[in-house]
């Protein structure tokens, strides 16, 4: 797919790693629009670059079905999907110390659950069914994670991605009927607003770890996004851009 003049769609697009694909995108000549929850951020974003955006809670499928149905109606239906929004809420699933003992919160569980697992299918559901009404040949990217393995601390975030890379093989099968092409972006530690927050001793020894010797950068995983937007033969897998590391 070429990616000049494309409808794009990006969740939790209006800072981070889907703002910078929302920039990129728009530097490529496409038409990125961007759903985030801070109405604030989408502010500043279109006041820095001009891309539009609204406030969706890509957990509530009403509101879903109604974005993409008022999208579509005012822009054509998008051709690329990006679904990008994602939280952390990490906790041990079993914690002790001293006599006391503590248990992994199912409110942890249910919102990480909420955004990451619904969010990733409502939000793909919808671009998907407007793709196959409007004849579109689209693309769905879905953001997943090196945490996909399993990660101390992640158990819901852990399920979430893991979940996403099974759901990006099964929509790769069942939308190639109708040219739609599913894939996925498994980045490693990269150096965003969210891992900047993790305390530098820490940090230190993620890096470590990682055989490439330092974090990855946001414009790696957006060259990666690219090339699954360009590449017609690409469907139905997960790209790992984790510098080789393995938690």
């Known amino acids: 797919m070429e990616i ?26 496409a038409k990125p629009y961007v759903l985030d929850v801070v109405q604030e951020n989408l502010d500043v974003l279109k006041a820095e670059t001009g891309i539009e955006g609204q406030v969706v809670d890509v957990s509530n499928e009403a509101a879903v079905e109604a974005f993409f149905e008022q999208f579509t109606a ?31 919160p199912f409110a942890n569980w249910e919102k990480v659950i909420n ?33 996909r ?6 158990t819901n975030y852990s399920a979430t991605k893991s979940a996403v890379d099974s759901m990006t093989v099964t929509w790769g099968k069942e939308l190639s009927r109708y040219g739609i092409r599913v894939g996925a972006v498994a980045p490693g530690y990269i150096n965003t607003e969210m891992v900047a927050k993790i305390k530098q001793e820490v940090l230190d020894k993620i890096i470590e770890k990682i055989p490439a010797g330092r974090l990855g950068e946001m414009d790696e995983i957006s060259q990666t996004v690219q090339f699954i937007i360009t590449n017609d033969f690409f469907t139905g897998r997960v790209i790992e851009v984790d510098g080789g590391m393995r938690i």
């Open 115 to 147: 955004v990451n697992l619904t969010g990733v299918f409502l939000c793909a559901r919808e671009a998907a069914y407007h793709m196959v009404k409007n004849k579109i040949k689209g693309v769905i990217i879905n953001i997943s994670s090196i945490s």
């Open 149 to 154: 393995a399993g990660n101390l601390g992640q």
């Open 4 to 29: 000049t003049g494309k409808n794009i769609v990006i969740t939790g697009g209006a800072r981070g790693m889907g703002r910078r694909f929302a920039e990129d995108l728009q530097r490529a000549g």
């Open 74 to 104: 005012a822009n054509g239906a998008v051709d690329v999907l990006i679904n990008n929004a994602g939280i952390t809420s990490d906790a041990l699933f079993i914690k002790q110390k001293g006599d006391e003992i503590t248990k992994f």
